[in-house]
């Protein structure tokens, strides 16, 4: 399956802030959008960066309560890793496990066309072991 495939599925709406928004709304967002990262994009719709639950937890426990005024700039991860609608979702998996990060934008002609979760990844190998187990018992069924 490609990563186009699940983007129809679950949908291609992306929560996103600026490199200027604070902290504190950051967390807001998160909340409201029932995510667990935010892409932060420049004004003329570049990505910037990510910025996850994780890294507020890890940084806020670093400077303290200070951080919550602070724009995401300073505590969002610069180097992102992307991954195109033609990719399949084996592919993405992969490179989650070897870098260890839950969410992947999805960049369509060098622009935000959807981001990628672990659970979305998850949610679509279960439902590939399912029709499998399925496709099994009605061969067995057939016999």
């Given at each position: 399956?490609?990563?186009?495939?699940?983007?129809?599925?679950?949908?291609?709406?992306?929560?996103?802030?600026?490199?200027?928004?604070?902290v504190t709304t950051l967390l807001?967002?998160?909340?409201?959008?029932?995510?667990?990262?935010?892409?932060?994009?420049?004004?003329?719709?570049?990505?910037?960066?990510?910025?996850?639950?994780?890294?507020?937890?890890?940084?806020?426990?670093?400077?303290?309560?200070?951080?919550?005024?602070?724009?995401?700039?300073?505590?969002?991860?610069?180097?992102?890793?992307?991954?195109?609608?033609?990719?399949?979702?084996?592919?993405?998996?992969?490179?989650?496990?070897?870098?260890?990060?839950?969410?992947?934008?999805?960049?369509?002609?060098?622009?935000?066309?959807?981001?990628?979760?672990?659970?979305?990844?998850?949610?679509?190998?279960?439902?590939?072991?399912?029709?499998?187990?399925?496709?099994?018992?009605?061969?067995?069924?057939?016999?």
């Open positions: 399956m490609r990563i186009a495939d699940l983007l129809r599925k679950k949908g291609s709406a992306v929560a996103t802030v600026t490199p200027e928004t604070t807001a967002g998160l909340a409201e959008h029932n995510v667990g990262a935010m892409v932060v994009v420049n004004p003329d719709g570049s990505i910037a960066g990510i910025v996850s639950e994780r890294d507020v937890v890890r940084k806020l426990h670093e400077h303290g309560p200070a951080l919550l005024e602070g724009p995401v700039s300073e505590i969002m991860t610069k180097l992102v890793a992307s991954c195109g609608p033609e990719d399949s979702v084996d592919q993405l998996s992969i490179l989650m496990t070897e870098r260890r990060i839950r969410h992947v934008p999805v960049l369509s002609g060098g622009r935000l066309a959807g981001i990628v979760s672990i659970g979305d990844v998850v949610k679509n190998r279960m439902e590939q072991l399912e029709q499998s187990q399925e496709q099994l018992q009605a061969y067995i069924a057939q016999g």
